[in-house]
């Protein structure tokens, strides 16, 4: 086991929990509420959305802090970070201060990150012996690539964001 081991699981550790977290967050504050949340920005319907939202964000978190199906968890990271980016964050601008684009991106990067380099050593993809099979540039196609195809999908079959108020008062 090497330093790169280490760097890695720390990393996978540290995103993946955080992703995690958001969707226990989504869970503890009651999905009710996020469904109608996910309504109101046009990704109907919203209790269905609600759910993969956080659920995804739950099992894709705990896989890759885990390093289990890492590639594939990277996958998750990013097309869920695509669809919050796309339906939240990219028309506040870039700082999360503002609830721009910034954390979603970050995110997205130690995914796609993550799947090229590989899960490392210390990952249960290593116990298994899957954790060179998926790495490099086909773990970055694969997460990159699959993510953002998945998230074009899931956008274009649902996603109706809601008529901005053009009328002025006269």
Do not use: Q
């Not at 330093?3 to 009651?30: M, S």
Request: proline share 2%; aromatic share 10%.
């Amino acid at each position: 086991m090497t330093e790169f081991d280490l760097a890695l699981t720390i990393l996978r550790i540290a995103a993946g929990l955080t992703l995690a977290a958001h969707g226990v967050n989504k869970i503890k504050g009651g999905l009710d509420g996020v469904a109608g949340w996910f309504d109101s920005m046009g990704m109907r319907p919203g209790k269905m959305h609600a759910r993969f939202a956080a659920f995804g964000e739950v099992l894709a978190g705990l896989f890759l802090a885990a390093g289990f199906l890492t590639t594939f968890a990277c996958l998750g990271f990013v097309g869920l970070m695509t669809v919050a980016a796309v339906t939240v964050h990219v028309e506040k601008g870039f700082f999360i201060l503002d609830e721009g684009w910034e954390y979603v991106l970050i995110l997205s990067v130690i995914a796609i990150t993550i799947a090229l380099l590989g899960p490392g050593g210390w990952s249960l993809d290593a116990v298994v012996g899957i954790d060179d099979d998926l790495d490099g540039f086909v773990g970055l196609a694969i997460a990159g690539g699959g993510g953002l195809a998945a998230a074009a999908v899931l956008l274009a079959a649902f996603y109706r964001p809601p008529k901005a108020n053009t009328e002025t008062d006269a």
